[in-house]
């Protein structure tokens, strides 16, 4: 158990807590800033990714063209219609006599009948939930084709979906019968109303036969990297200044089966090479375009360390590969990905990085191997598979951590990944002690995945509420846990753009916002400091929750539901060594202001004047949206009368961080 936190003893063991208290039924904190009670991993805070929600296809990846190999559906050319306008007659088709190459097995073919002047048969492209345009924005388009003869020219456009007004427009003069590339610049006119509801056309006004094998459509990107991320929701997420990135999964990473896994050799080199694969975890198709290299771009673009994890031969529908001979080549494709980030130009797959457009290699420190592994129900796999796996990287990669799924013994992983959603802000809370009463022998902790689940598509202030005093108790026990991440990360607002409800960054084609949890987690990573400090608490009121019936331990008979206390108050401080700033977050959940008597021993002097930063809502209800994106956000002013003894009030649900200047 750590030692320094006691909640319940606190006034025994500070006196000033204690003498505070005694001046009525205040809530006494006492930091000791002189007691380093854990160090703060500089990459604590991080980010959780996977294809859901449509995070990558649909939402970050600023691809536009939905489909754009055609290989979504094998019959149909899904999210793309036949144009046929002013008496122009044609069809279109999948045609799998004509393939681009072997990453798609059809193209597109256009057969135009009758056409001449404004009598135009072509092909458009849905885009998702439709294609955005801004005015005075350029777009880049990038188009495979051939035609029976030569054929063209071949016009390409940004039309509104009625129809009614072009917004963009260039052309192809001439298509031959061999496959080319051809690349076009559409920009919008200044004047033009920013919009989503707009479909890509590609049409043609002379009869013959085309056909398009690969069809991109790229807006300006986050630092205009090519193949790159939609800018507002990067934003968002560099405004987290996240440590770290865990990719690609989650469920994601494993699939339902093993071949729907995700294969990270399919998703490296050009895009038009990329097969993609069906997302069957969460049900829908991938372009894979949000491919291995693009991953660790994303990484270097918000200066956040990779954390990489491989698949383990384990899916979901508990498919599984026998540990031995049989996982032998998932090994070697896990230690040809590490090689592959790491790995510099002498070796194969640092070579092919290099090739792919990186040069220098990554810094990888920690690898996971696997996701969620206590879902395999057979008996001892995952001891095989994680041991089998371990020895091996660590064979060739002595320097990496790696992170099991799950607890394990026949080895020593240096991590543990634990997974924590809860359904309630109250169940949350009830759980932000868990880590002070932890033992501290074994490995250090990852929380890899973790939300108050309250609220859809995003959460609420309850539920970043219940966040924040969670976030407190890792934070406080960052001697045990090293790092954490929410999970989901993403979601597209639009309609059946989610599988899994409550996730921190939502958006729709045109914008996007944070929900209340998105700021709270911003609020902490944004101010976590480096050294954890000794606190106490006392006179913390509570509330009654009583957990929800049914919910036993495995293979145990349900349990029946003890109503319990559960504080409406969480604390931690921090500081960072360097400037001697303190942070002090505190959180009150309870729905009137709560005063707080602070005391800060151990220093030479408290400034009094600092900053406050705090994120408050008239109810756990309050929430954003694409229409009120900020209508819970953090607000920062200064403060007066601080000093190593001070009083505040902290209004009702609230999240707050203090900063006090210390020497
Ligand atoms: O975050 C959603 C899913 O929850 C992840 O894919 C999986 O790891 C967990 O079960």
């Not at 990067?234 to 865990?246: C, E, S, V």
């Not at 790696?402 to 607890?407: E, K």
């Not at 108790?473 to 597209?492: C, F, K, S, T």
């Not at 900020?630 to 902290?650: E, H, I, M, Q």
Request: charge should be neutral; aromatic fraction near 10%.
């Amino acid at each position: 158990m750590k030692a320094q936190y006691f909640p319940a003893v606190g006034a025994i063991l500070f006196g000033v807590a204690a003498a505070l208290h005694g001046q009525g039924d205040a809530i006494a904190l006492h930091i000791k800033a002189d007691q380093v009670t854990a160090k703060v991993n500089p990459a604590f805070y991080g980010l959780m990714t996977e294809e859901i929600n449509y995070s990558y296809d649909g939402g970050l990846y600023g691809e536009l063209v939905r489909n754009r190999n055609f290989k979504e559906d094998a019959k149909e050319p899904v999210h793309w219609q036949l144009i046929q306008e002013a008496g122009g007659v044609g069809s279109m088709a999948l045609d799998a006599t004509q393939p681009l190459n072997d990453a798609a097995p059809a193209s597109l073919k256009l057969t135009i009948s009758q056409a001449s002047g404004n009598a135009r048969v072509g092909a458009a492209n849905e885009g998702f939930w439709g294609i955005p345009v801004k005015p005075g924005t350029s777009y880049k388009v990038s188009i495979y084709a051939k035609a029976a003869e030569s054929a063209g020219p071949v016009t390409v456009s940004l039309v509104s979906n009625d129809g009614a007004t072009t917004k963009a427009t260039a052309q192809i003069a001439r298509v031959g019968n061999t496959w080319t590339k051809y690349d076009v610049k559409l920009t919008a006119a200044a004047g033009a109303k920013a919009s989503a509801d707009n479909k890509l056309v590609l049409s043609v006004s002379k009869p013959g036969t085309i056909w398009f094998g690969f069809v991109s459509l790229f807006p300006p990107t986050f630092k205009n990297r090519a193949n790159g991320n939609r800018p507002d929701i990067m934003q968002l997420l560099a405004d987290m200044k996240p440590g770290f990135l865990r990719f690609p999964g989650g469920n994601y990473l494993e699939g339902n089966t093993i071949q729907t896994r995700f294969d990270w050799k399919k998703t490296i080199g050009d895009v038009s090479q990329r097969p993609g694969h069906m997302d069957d975890a969460w049900k829908y198709w991938s372009s894979d375009g949000m491919g291995l290299l693009d991953f660790l771009d994303w990484c270097e673009d918000l200066n956040m360390q990779p954390l990489l994890a491989v698949y383990a031969g384990y899916s979901l529908r508990q498919e599984r590969v026998k540990f031995g001979p049989d996982l032998d080549p998932y090994v070697k494709d896990a230690l040809d990905e590490i090689e592959y980030v790491t790995g510099d130009a002498s070796t194969t797959w640092g070579a092919r990085r290099a090739k792919d457009g990186h040069p220098a290699p990554f810094k990888l420190e920690y690898v996971e191997i696997g996701n969620e592994d206590n879902f395999d129900r057979e008996q001892g796999s995952y001891e095989g598979r994680f041991a089998q796996i371990f020895d091996a990287i660590k064979a060739k990669y002595p320097q990496l951590k790696l992170i099991a799924t799950t607890p394990i013994k026949n080895r020593v992983p240096d991590v543990i990944d634990e997974h924590y959603y809860r359904r309630s802000e109250e169940e949350m809370a009830s759980h932000a002690h868990d880590y002070d009463m932890r033992p501290r022998a074994g490995p250090k902790v990852f929380v890899g995945e973790w939300a108050t689940r309250v609220g859809s598509p995003t959460p609420n202030m309850g539920a970043a509420l219940g966040d924040a005093a969670w976030m407190a108790g890792m934070e406080r026990n960052a001697d045990l846990v090293i790092m954490e991440a929410y999970a989901p990360l993403l979601v597209n607002v639009n309609p059946g753009g989610m599988q899994w409800m409550t996730d921190l960054i939502g958006y729709n084609t045109t914008s996007s916002y944070g929900s209340p949890a998105y700021y709270a987690q911003q609020m902490f990573s944004t101010h976590h400091g480096d050294n954890v400090l000794a606190i106490s608490e006392q006179g913390v009121p509570t509330r009654e929750w009583t957990p929800p019936a049914g919910r036993g331990a495995a293979g145990q008979p349900p349990r029946t539901p003890m109503p319990q206390q559960v504080p409406l108050l969480f604390f931690n401080a921090t500081r960072d060594s360097k400037t001697g700033t303190i942070y002090v977050k505190v959180v009150n959940r309870a729905a009137t202001a709560q005063t707080v008597h602070l005391a800060i021993s151990g220093l030479t002097s408290v400034q009094p004047g600092g900053k406050i930063t705090t994120m408050a809502a008239s109810s756990p209800d309050d929430t954003n949206s694409i229409t009120e994106p900020k209508k819970v956000a953090p607000v920062t002013s200064n403060v007066n009368g601080l000093g190593p003894n001070f009083t505040r009030d902290f209004p009702p649900y609230s999240i707050s961080v203090l900063e006090l200047t210390s020497k």
